[in-house]
C-alpha cells in the first residue's frame, strides 16, 4: 500500500545546528515526492519538491529510490524555520493525481 | 502564485445540524479539488476528490453521504457535513493544482468545524 512515514513527531535543535527531518515512502509507481510546511497561522504551503532538485531557504531533499527515501536537510537552522514540515507523495490512483501526507514532524529551533 | 480560499475559517454548529464549507481558486481554473481532514497533532487524511462536473471520488472509510461534495463549477467546490456530530468537529482543508503548475497543490487556509 502506499505510504508516507515521517519517524520523527518533535525535531528540536539549537539555532546554527544541522538539522535532517526523515521520509520514507512506500509507492509501487514512479514516486513523486514533496515537502510542505505549515508555519504557524498559516497555510500549507510547498517547500520544495524532488523533481526540481532545487535549495528552497536553505534546504535540500535528495530522493534515494534504493532506501525508498526523501529526508529534508539543511546545514544550519534559523528560528524562522520552526514549523510544522510534512512530506508528502504524488501518486496516480483513480483517475486522479492524489497527494497523501506523512504524519508530519514539528521542527522547533532553539536559539 | 494561486490562491485557494476557504470560506468560512472557523463555525460552530449544534449536533444534527448540517454545515457547508466552500473552497474557491480565486485565480485559476481546477477541474480537480482535494478535501483533507486534520485531526490535532496528526496528518492530513485525504478524504475525497472533487471533480467539476461530475461526483466525486471518495477515499476508503469516508462516508459519502455524511460528507457530500459539489464541484459546481471550475472555481468552487463545496463540502456540507451533513447531521453533524461532535466527532465531526476537525480541521478541514481544500486543495487545488493549478494547470499552469500541475506538480504544486496549493492549500485553502483550512475551516475549523466544532460541533457541540
Known amino acids: 500500500a502506499q505510504r508516507v512515514t515521517q519517524p520523527e513527531k518533535l525535531l528540536s535543535v539549537f539555532k546554527g545546528a544541522p538539522v535532517e527531518l526523515k521520509c520514507n515512502y512506500s509507492?509501487?509507481?514512479?514516486?513523486?515526492l514533496f515537502w510542505y510546511v505549515q508555519y504557524s497561522r498559516q497555510r500549507l504551503q510547498l517547500l520544495l519538491r524532488h523533481i526540481s532538485r532545487e535549495s528552497i531557504k536553505g534546504f535540500t531533499a535528495d530522493l534515494n529510490k534504493g532506501e525508498t527515501s526523501f529526508h529534508l536537510k539543511k546545514p544550519f537552522a534559523q528560528e524562522e524555520d520552526s514549523a510544522m514540515y510534512y512530506c508528502?507523495?504524488?501518486?496516480?490512483?483513480?483517475?486522479?493525481?492524489?497527494?497523501?501526507f506523512g504524519a508530519g514532524t514539528r521542527l522547533a529551533v532553539h536559539p | 502564485g494561486a490562491v485557494v480560499s476557504q470560506h468560512p475559517s472557523w463555525v460552530i454548529c449544534k449536533s444534527g445540524t448540517s454545515v457547508k464549507i466552500e473552497c474557491r481558486s480565486l485565480d485559476f481554473q481546477a477541474t480537480t479539488m482535494f478535501w483533507y481532514r486534520q485531526f490535532p497533532k496528526k496528518s492530513l487524511m485525504l478524504m475525497a476528490t472533487?471533480?467539476?462536473?461530475?461526483?466525486?471520488?471518495?477515499e476508503q472509510g469516508v462516508e459519502k453521504d455524511k460528507f457530500l461534495i459539489n464541484h459546481a463549477s471550475l472555481t468552487l467546490s463545496t463540502l456540507t457535513v451533513t447531521s453533524a456530530h461532535p466527532e465531526d468537529s476537525s480541521f478541514y482543508i481544500c486543495?487545488?493544482?493549478?494547470?499552469?503548475?500541475?506538480?504544486?497543490?496549493?492549500f485553502g487556509q483550512g475551516t475549523r468545524l466544532t460541533v457541540v
Open positions: 472533487s471533480n467539476e462536473g461530475s461526483k466525486a471520488t471518495y
Open positions: 509507492y509501487s509507481g514512479s514516486p513523486e
Open positions: 508528502a507523495l504524488s501518486m496516480f490512483s483513480g483517475g486522479y493525481n492524489k497527494l497523501i
Open positions: 486543495s487545488a493544482r493549478s494547470p499552469r503548475r500541475y506538480t504544486e497543490a496549493f
